[in-house]
């Protein structure tokens, strides 16, 4: 149900830009977490349209993650957002997104849909956004209510280079209980190999100040990826 809401908001925005250009990447990767011992592997492909004034991006992300238990978990995250633009102000827009997202392992299964909007602003070198997500999961045990402030942007550190340096900090805080929230951000290089093929190495550092016992309140986790784009 929670899909089907999230669809009939967004579809309008969809058929809008069926006639605009289209491009598509996808990315595998591979990533380890110093504190738990936890391995990643993930799958994501994304889908854009881009119009005069509108931009619809479409995403999907498989996980599946082995803790030093050997406890597995797969993870399906889709998400969709569309960026508005003004004529005036051409590189600049307000967007809306949403992301629903599903987890299921031995220990718990759980449900998450996110909603959120923000403003950005990107062109041939850079791009930042900033933006407020409200974050509901869903549990068997538990409902929780989050609120997030994501702040991403990419630069190219070097002149007609091919490397990108992209930082994505981001604060969340658990309405239902204020003393859990987190810090954690997204740091990546990548390099293009050619037009079609770029390789990227991600250190994400997190600090989590009410962690559940046996867990750690810092956290380092490394991701390498090889992505395509189409």
Request: hydrophobic share 35%.
């Amino acid at each position: 149900m929670k899909k089907l809401i999230l669809l009939l908001i967004l579809i309008p925005l969809i058929s809008r830009s069926a006639s605009a250009e289209t491009s598509g990447s996808m990315e595998l990767g591979a990533s380890y977490s110093t504190a738990s011992s936890q391995e990643d592997i993930y799958a994501d492909f994304k889908s854009a349209t881009r119009d005069d004034d509108l931009e619809v991006s479409i995403s999907h992300i498989l996980t599946k993650t082995q803790s030093q238990d050997r406890l597995s978990r797969l993870a399906s995250e889709s998400s969709i957002q569309a960026n508005i633009y003004n004529g005036f102000f051409t590189e600049w827009y307000v967007f809306l997104s949403g992301v629903y997202g599903r987890y299921r392992d031995l220990a718990a299964n759980y449900d998450q849909t996110s909603v959120g909007a923000g403003v950005g602003s990107k062109n041939s070198r850079a791009g930042v956004q900033t933006g407020l997500y409200l974050r509901a999961t869903y549990t068997d045990l538990m409902d929780r209510c989050i609120l997030s402030k994501t702040t991403g942007f990419i630069v190219i550190p070097i002149r007609k280079t091919r490397l990108k340096f992209a930082l994505s900090p981001e604060t969340n805080i658990n309405l239902n209980y204020l003393n859990d929230w987190d810090i954690k951000s997204k740091n990546s290089f990548s390099a293009a190999l050619n037009e079609n093929v770029s390789i990227s190495l991600n250190w994400l550092p997190s600090f989590k100040n009410d962690p559940l016992p046996g867990e750690h309140k810092t956290q380092h986790s490394y991701i390498l990826s090889v992505g395509t784009k189409f």
